[in-house]
Nanobody, 123 residues
Framework: QVQLVESGGGLVQAGGSLRLSCDAS????????MGWYRQAPGKQRDVVAT???????NYADSVKGRFTISRTNAKNTVYLQMNSLKPEDTAVYYC?????????????????WGQGTQVTVSS
């Protein structure tokens, strides 16, 4: 069983900062890309930022210059530092990871999601 657990969400005023963390646990062979997605009420889930195991990053245009994604591969952890937060950043933030596991038939690649953590930015 593989599990992703997010933490660090909360309520913050506009202009403030939050740091989200996501830990992957279980019987894991390796992790490729990890990332953060968010979903606001009535909206679809959209990518916020991703990072490959080798360190290549991608950011949504709406968060460039404000958010920073980072990883510690040895701990199977991904972070999202969010600065200069705006009310439009309010959403449930989900951790995502592409993970290889070893089964009796060989390696298997699965996508996993965390349970989500609420980020609310007030005016």
């Amino acid at each position: 069983q593989v599990q992703l657990v997010e933490s660090g969400g909360g309520l913050v005023q506009a202009g403030g900062s939050l740091r989200l963390s996501c830990d992957a646990s279980g019987i894991i062979f390796s992790i490729d890309t990890m990332g953060w997605y968010r979903q606001a009420p009535g909206k679809q889930r959209d990518v916020v930022a991703t990072m490959t195991r080798g360190g290549m990053t991608n950011y949504a245009d709406s968060v460039k210059g404000r958010f920073t994604i980072s990883r510690t591969n040895a701990k199977n952890t991904v972070y999202l530092q969010m600065n200069s937060l705006k009310p439009e950043d309010t959403a449930v933030y989900y951790c995502n990871a592409g993970i290889k596991i070893l089964s009796p038939t060989g390696l298997q690649i699965n996508t996993y999601w965390g349970q989500g953590t609420q980020v609310t930015v007030s005016s």
